[in-house]
């Protein structure tokens, strides 16, 4: 846009930024502000020495950027809020663990990993948006492949995947624990989703599959 300073490209990045409730990539900041993507990257750069020492910082998260509190000021933040939200079980941690390393990956291969029928947990996972469908795997009976989304990016703290820790060689359980130690609700209690040994396909999937 013609016309506007290089405080007033800030001042317009810096709101995009705080009313958007996921990361903006530059490719559609640069289209808002009609300006080259070499210009965002020099814009959000400036921002962020302009955001030195205030209570919120410029993140890059899932692909694009975002506003956060700094973590230095992280124990006012928790006591405004109040009570932590409700956090992952360690079962669906220990298999969002897997997909995120294994990916694109199935159901009944998560299952032999993990030792236990997994059709709940990863149904809890797609309703929260971590996980989604890929397509489907070329072998007997065609099973859903399962990825992750940006929104699981974006809610670990990493840019894109390349920055997940280095823990491919390790059980899905030893993964959880790296990734959220400490942090997640007592697993629940029974399998009831593997207690009759059946393989439902993922929840948003149903009913294409009945269709079938």
Excluded: W
């Excluded at 530059?26 to 921002?47: C, D, F, M, N, P």
């Excluded at 998260?61 to 956090?87: D, H, I, K, M």
């Excluded at 990825?147 to 974006?154: D, N, Q, S, V």
């Amino acid at each position: 846009m013609k016309g506007l300073t290089l405080p007033d490209l800030c001042a317009a990045i810096e709101s995009l930024l705080f009313v958007s409730e996921e990361p903006v990539s530059g490719e559609r900041l640069a289209g808002i502000l009609e300006v080259s993507g070499e210009r965002i990257t020099e814009l959000i750069g400036e921002l962020r020495n302009r955001l030195e020492g205030r209570g919120l910082c410029l993140v890059e998260l899932a692909g694009g950027y975002s506003l956060a509190t700094r973590p230095e000021y992280a124990q006012f933040v928790e006591r405004f809020l109040g009570p932590e939200p409700e956090r992952l079980s360690l079962p669906a941690v220990e298999t969002v663990a897997i997909i995120a390393y294994r990916q694109p990956i199935t159901r009944p291969e998560i299952d032999q990993l993990r030792g236990v029928n997994s059709s709940g947990v990863v149904n809890t996972l797609m309703e929260k948006g971590l996980v989604e469908v890929a397509g489907r795997k070329n072998a007997p009976g065609r099973p859903f492949l399962l990825k992750t989304t940006r929104h699981f990016l974006a809610s670990f703290g990493l840019r894109d995947l390349d920055e997940l820790p280095r823990l491919a060689e390790l059980e899905g359980r030893q993964l959880a624990q790296e990734l959220v130690p400490a942090r997640t609700e007592p697993a629940a209690t029974g399998q009831a989703a593997g207690a009759s040994g059946e393989e439902d396909p993922p929840s948003p999937a149903n009913e294409a599959e009945q269709a079938r």
